[in-house]
């Protein structure tokens, strides 16, 4: 003999279901957008190494290149990244800090990697990305003051010559401070750090964004 349950249990029941369903279906939120003026592209030899590393994980965003988007006066960003392997499902982060006068700076991390299915999609260039989970939130201030204390947006690496390190890391920057554009590539910045006391200060960025990496990746 069967025995129904009361509507009570039921309607309780479906409440619960919904409430998890809804739940699961909840998207990250999405990446930080600050009042962007797109300018006009720029193409050729006057794209640099970091612009054509970072403009295809925007897109992925949804964000605009930071090459061509100029911002309100007073506010800056920071477009960091490491890795750029060709190993097709290995995740890479790119930071993203974003400043405001008169406000804390805020920041996220962003996993992306190539895509594992077919050979066709990796030609394609598509890139899969998710939001890094930050439990407890970095303290952004602090990072951003690291940043900026290390002169981020203008450090270069002199030394060691011009000779290409495989395998050693890189480090990509943007930076945007209103209508101000730089950008810098840094082949393997701990081993040049090794000869070159220049290549101190971006060996310890890299070394900064590959640790939210790891924590923002963490299971």
Do not use: K
Not at 21 to 40: D, E, H, I, K
Not at 127 to 145: D, F, K, S
Request: charged fraction near 20%.
């Amino acid at each position: 003999m069967h025995h129904r349950a009361p509507r009570s249990l039921l309607s309780l029941l479906a409440a619960v279901a919904a409430f998890a369903t809804s739940g699961c279906r909840a998207s990250a939120p999405p990446p930080l957008a600050p009042r962007y003026r797109v300018t006009s592209a720029v193409t050729g030899d006057s794209v640099s190494a970091a612009a054509r590393a970072h403009d295809p994980i925007a897109a992925a965003l949804g964000l605009p290149p930071l090459r061509l988007a100029h911002l309100p006066a007073g506010v800056r960003e920071f477009r960091l990244s490491t890795g750029h392997g060709m190993v097709a499902g290995w995740e890479y982060p790119l930071v993203r800090l974003v400043a405001e006068e008169g406000r804390p700076p805020r920041g996220e991390v962003w996993l992306y990697r190539q895509p594992r299915d077919t050979t066709e999609a990796r030609t394609a260039g598509g890139l899969v990305t998710r939001r890094g989970r930050l439990q407890p939130a970095p303290e952004w201030v602090a990072i951003g003051r690291r940043l900026d204390s290390l002169r981020t947006e203008v450090f270069r690496s002199r030394g060691a010559g011009r000779r290409m390190v495989f395998d050693a890391g890189e480090l990509y920057v943007e930076y945007r401070a209103g209508a101000e554009y730089r950008a810098q590539w840094i082949n393997a910045p701990a081993w040049r750090a090794r000869f070159d006391p220049a290549a101190e200060a971006p060996a310890a960025v890299a070394a900064l964004i590959d640790s939210l990496g790891r924590v923002a990746g963490a299971p």
